[in-house]
């Protein structure tokens, strides 16, 4: 059964072929530990689509980003990464948008993608990682990033990445399992403790897989300084606020545990709807959708599959929900 797209999906993935060949010059045969690396096709993703009632997917580039090249190569497999997914934009109206991929941990390369991804490409946000080659989003070096991104009031999407460390226990299992969560959970402790949120209130975040553990730490998150006085310096003003103003996508989310945590700490204004297509399969985006409707009434659900995403969306709020020219 097709049915009448309408959602907006903001955690979306795709994998331009430039992307793909730009890991096989780099020899890299393994992108994310443990994680089989799928196929994908514009044909088969709209196809996707359709099927299951989304309109748009704002797409963006995983793990590991450009982490497998340095310098100006970086830069130029965000390029080219940019430009293809800006051409999937064009070739296929009111269906897709896009989070630029940037080349950190350069920042003067990043705020170069950025200017040409918003202004020349018209992306929709930019897309970041939790650690980029090991350094955290609340490090010092990033703030001109968070800077100028709270200038622009752009939107950003953060996708969990591999942790560096290289001596943790993996247990034979996929990075992606438990460590992509944990690494969500640490990059949010690190905007909080670092005072990047206090000194940016206004950015538009949006975090991963309902946050990873965050939602359900978030009570726990706030005693540092209870823990050690010493870090009362570094204590957010609200931390809990704090939280509350970031946005939540449902990817690998979408059941009633982990949404229940979810909507204790934030309004369903913060929700939005993503499936993680196609690092996980058809069936999961099935069953992302099932969990919703079961979760939500029906103006909470209509605003996490659509409404909340067009508020922060311009672009995309103004195509008609019904218009899906393939």
């Not at 018209?122 to 990033?145: A, S």
Request: aromatic letters at 8%.
């Amino acid at each position: 059964m097709t049915l009448e797209p309408h959602r907006i999906d903001v955690h979306h993935h795709v994998i331009p072929e430039v992307y793909l060949q730009a890991l096989d010059r780099a020899g890299v045969s393994d992108p994310i530990k443990g994680v089989a690396y799928p196929r994908w096709s514009a044909e088969d993703d709209l196809d996707l689509m359709d099927r299951h009632g989304i309109r748009t997917a704002v797409v963006s580039i995983t793990a590991p980003g450009v982490a497998f090249v340095d310098g100006a190569q970086a830069a130029h497999v965000a390029r080219a990464t940019n430009d293809a997914m800006a051409q999937l934009i064009t070739d296929h109206p009111g269906r897709y948008g896009a989070f630029a991929l940037v080349p950190l941990p350069d920042v003067d390369a990043a705020l170069r993608e950025i200017d040409y991804a918003l202004d020349v490409l018209g992306f929709d946000g930019v897309g970041l990682f939790t650690n980029h080659r090991g350094t955290y989003l609340g490090d010092p070096h990033f703030e001109p990033i968070f800077a100028a991104l709270a200038e622009r009031d752009a939107l950003i999407h953060v996708h969990p990445a591999t942790p560096s460390a290289t001596d943790q226990p993996g247990f034979g299992l996929p990075t992606s399992l438990y460590e992509f969560p944990f690494d969500t959970t640490r990059m949010v402790a690190n905007l909080l403790y670092s005072g990047t949120l206090d000194r940016h209130p206004g950015l538009r975040i949006i975090l991963s897989h309902a946050g990873g553990t965050v939602p359900f730490l978030a009570q726990r998150l706030t005693y540092a300084a209870t823990i050690n006085p010493q870090l009362r310096g570094r204590q957010p003003r609200d931390l809990l606020a704090s939280l509350r103003r970031l946005y939540y996508d449902t990817a690998m989310s979408a059941n009633r545990p982990t949404l229940s945590a979810l909507t204790a700490l934030v309004d369903t204004d913060h929700i939005l709807f993503g499936t993680d297509y196609p690092f996980m399969p058809e069936s999961t985006a099935a069953e992302t959708i099932a969990g919703v409707q079961e979760f939500f009434g029906t103006d909470a659900l209509q605003a996490v599959e659509r409404g909340n995403a067009a508020a922060l969306l311009p672009r995309l709020a103004r195509l008609p929900a019904a218009e899906a020219g393939g």
